[in-house]
């Protein structure tokens, strides 16, 4: 029986002052933009988040004029989640499952590309996600991710297979109802941590965003997922983490 795989797709690239993402922080920062594959030995597959929109090709103003202000996208259309997964040899129509950690601009922008795909999602992200003034600010687009998939919402812990192999973990606070997701892989369980850790350093200092839905619920999920590395043995991949995205095989063999 071939092993469960996690496959690393780079789907685009946003520049920032760190401060505009990490309070406190000096300089600039580049976001590596990930999706992840999930490839389960039944050939079922999840991509967890689906990267940047394709109209960012023509910069972030083309499809979020208020964000544009902060972000500057390096999004080529190579960078786009059904080109990644073709070049590692999965048909984007016939992926499965997407979960989504939660639903900012830069973690559902390919949705659309995925039409099969049943969404997995955090009721109280989906919740959160249609309210007219955070839609007004931009903080959410339904029309990046509420195009007429099934759509499963879930509250607190989900099994994705029911055999313990994929788990949907909550980590609210960066948002209503922010999910991680844990794989456990032959190496060894990793956790994909999203945008609850951004990269290593925020986890080490306990650093948090000049924004969120509630700081201290982020805190405590920050420490849910350092117990998980450091009780569970839990390997922690960030949710951009320019340093540790260079390590990773971007390739179909992926990480067994
Ligand atoms: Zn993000």
Not at 10 to 25: D, F, I, N, R
Not at 108 to 129: D, H, Y
Not at 196 to 217: A, K, R, T
Not at 229 to 255: F, K, M, N, P, V
């Amino acid at each position: 029986m071939t092993s469960l795989r996690l496959v690393p797709l780079e789907c685009g690239w946003l520049s920032t002052a760190a401060s505009s993402v990490v309070a406190g922080l000096s300089g600039n920062v580049e976001l590596p933009i990930p999706s992840w594959l999930v490839i389960h030995p039944s050939g079922q597959t999840v991509v967890f988040d689906t990267g940047l929109h394709h109209e960012l090709v023509e910069g972030v103003a083309a499809r979020y004029p208020l964000m544009a202000r902060q972000f500057v996208s390096r999004f080529t259309p190579e960078d786009k989640v059904s080109e990644r997964l073709q070049q590692v040899d999965i048909d984007p129509s016939g992926v499965t499952n997407i979960v989504f950690s939660h639903l900012h601009f830069d973690h559902c922008g390919g949705t659309s590309l995925l039409p099969n795909a049943r969404i997995i999602v955090q009721e109280a992200e989906w919740k959160s996600a249609h309210h007219p003034k955070l839609i007004e600010h931009e903080v959410y687009n339904p029309a990046d991710f509420d195009l007429g998939h099934d759509v499963l919402k879930v509250e607190g812990t989900h099994d994705v297979f029911g055999d313990g192999s994929v788990v949907c973990i909550p980590t609210p606070g960066h948002t209503a109802g922010h999910q991680s997701l844990r794989v456990n892989l032959e190496s060894g369980p990793v956790v994909l941590t999203g945008d609850c850790v951004y990269w290593e350093q925020v986890l080490e200092e306990m650093l948090l965003p000049p924004f969120g839905f509630d700081h201290q619920m982020q805190l405590d999920s920050m420490q849910k997922l350092k117990q998980l590395r450091d009780e569970d043995g839990c390997r922690l991949l960030y949710g951009h983490d320019q340093a540790q995205w260079a390590h990773l095989t971007q390739s179909s063999a992926g990480i067994t």
